[in-house]
């Protein structure tokens, strides 16, 4: 167990729909990472938060956005969904912007 | 785009035998790189990590090898047990871009009893 969760643990929902996957980083841990892992994409890095502000972007699309709360919680929020967007999610988390990433079990989301 | 090894092909070995996980980088700014191991339905777990100022390092069982001429990454696994089956990503990270991880397309290791 890394100490990073994340809810749901499956989401199952239709095109155009929006949802909101939730991370909660291991005790201590300022820096909250999101990642997307599809079967032809690999790994992907999505963006980054530290201590409530956004530090870094990736490959995340306009349709998606994230935030990280005072309580260093982050929420990704994916709308207009697609098929394309059936994907598992990781959160990770570290203590600063430059130490080891701690990964959580994944959100699995499927579009239909 | 700058990539890390971007095909997942399949390592098969028999139990107790040494195993040889092989990744490619691109970028030559990266200088941290570090080996995942992602078992099915669990997020990637930290193996071993190495900066680019080394060229080897040695864990419990595992060594990294790090070429920076060639740009190669390598993760041996001393007997190789059936819980090492899983999928092993490096990945890399330049420090001075942040922290984020650029992930290879990663290897699937098969223990065979």
């Known amino acids: 167990d890394s100490g990073v969760t994340q809810t749901p643990k499956h989401l199952i929902t239709a095109t155009g729909q929006r949802v909101t996957l939730r991370c909660s980083p291991r005790s201590g841990d300022l820096s909250v990472y999101w990642y997307q892992q599809s079967l032809d994409q690999g790994l992907q890095f999505l963006i980054q938060y530290y201590n409530g502000e956004e530090r870094a972007k990736g490959n995340i699309l306009e349709r998606f956005s994230a935030q990280q709360f005072p309580d260093l919680h982050s929420e990704l929020n994916l709308s207009s969904l697609e098929l394309g967007d059936s994907a598992l999610y990781f959160c990770?988390?570290?203590?600063?912007?430059?130490?080891?990433?701690?990964f959580g079990p994944g959100t699995r989301l499927t579009v239909l | 785009g700058e990539s890390v090894g971007l095909h997942l092909p399949t390592l098969s070995v028999q139990e107790g035998d040494n195993s040889i996980i092989n990744c490619a980088y691109s970028n030559s700014a990266s200088d941290y790189f570090i080996w995942y191991k992602q078992e099915s339905g669990k997020g990637p777990q930290f193996i071993i990590d190495?900066?680019?100022?080394?060229d080897k390092r040695q864990g419990q069982r595992v060594t990294v090898l790090l070429n920076k001429t060639v740009k190669h990454l390598s993760l041996q696994i001393a007997a190789t047990q059936p819980g090492d089956s899983a999928v092993y990503f490096c990945a890399e990270i330049n420090n001075n871009a942040g922290n984020m991880l650029t992930f290879g397309g990663g290897t699937r290791l098969m223990v065979k009893p």
């Open positions: 190495i900066r680019s100022n080394m």
């Open positions: 990770a988390s570290s203590v600063d912007r430059y130490n080891e990433q701690f």
